[in-house]
């Protein structure tokens, strides 16, 4: 059975940077999109980035287009999210996907903007 | 505001049948496939419905899923004090060229 697993979220302060990940394992990490999903507390979800399996299209949603930047190691099965500028309107629970149908979640890594 | 539109909430007794709506647009639904996930409280999503109306496997058949023009919804038939969670459509959208989720709708049984 496939299984994803992020680390890495943490606090930081306005206007600085993290990198988040997620690694898959039981499948085979480089046949599948990836989707990077945040949920601010007590909110609804919100899909932020997308990854195809091969890495030639990356695609973000207009809140973090610029800011965060959505990349795979395919030797390695992580996916990442390199997320600059952040700001306190990030603040969420970042959940990694696998596929573009979002089939699979990971328990999510909790990103927390504040000075 | 969220580009698809449910309601923030539903509820219904032990065995009854509850429904939840899911509006969207020619933009998501009208050309796209509309997809279901269940969040339990404290927990990360799952999918529940896949392709407009089909289940995973391991997912109850309570559950079913339909889709018609720009409109979905989703039923639980049978309803189980399991089944209180929050529920969310989503679709992609070809004129944001992104995925967008429904608000969520918080099923309570009562």
């Known amino acids: 059975e496939v299984q994803l697993l992020e680390s890495g979220g943490g606090l930081v302060k306005p206007g600085g940077s993290l990198r988040i990940s997620c690694v898959v394992s039981?499948?085979?990490?480089?046949?599948?999109?990836m989707s990077w999903i945040r949920q601010a507390p007590g909110k609804g979800l919100e899909w932020v980035s997308g990854?195809?399996?091969?890495?030639?299209?990356?695609y973000y949603a207009d809140s973090v287009k610029g800011r965060f930047t959505v990349s795979r190691d395919n030797f390695k099965n992580t996916l990442y999210l390199q997320m600059d500028s952040l700001r306190a309107a990030d603040t969420a629970v970042y959940y990694c996907?696998?596929?573009?149908?979002?089939?699979?979640w990971g328990q999510g890594t909790l990103v927390t903007v504040s000075s | 505001q969220s580009v698809l539109t449910q309601p923030p909430s539903a509820s219904g007794t032990p065995g009854q049948r509850v429904t939840i709506s899911c509006s969207g647009s020619?933009?998501?639904?009208?050309?796209?496939?509309v997809y279901w996930y269940q969040q339990l409280p404290g927990t990360a999503p799952k999918l529940l419905i896949y392709?407009?109306?089909q289940r995973p496997s391991g997912v109850p058949d309570r559950f079913s899923a339909s889709k018609s023009g720009t409109s979905a919804s989703l039923a639980i038939r049978g309803l189980r004090s399991e089944d209180e969670a929050d529920y969310y459509c989503a679709s992609w959208d070809d004129s944001l060229g992104v995925w967008v989720f429904g608000g969520g709708t918080k099923v309570t049984v009562l």
């Open positions: 990854i195809s399996s091969s890495s030639g299209s990356t």
């Open positions: 392709r407009n109306n």
């Open positions: 996907a696998k596929d573009y149908a979002n089939t699979k």
């Open positions: 020619r933009s998501n639904f009208g050309s796209n496939n």
């Open positions: 039981g499948g085979t990490f480089s046949d599948y999109a």
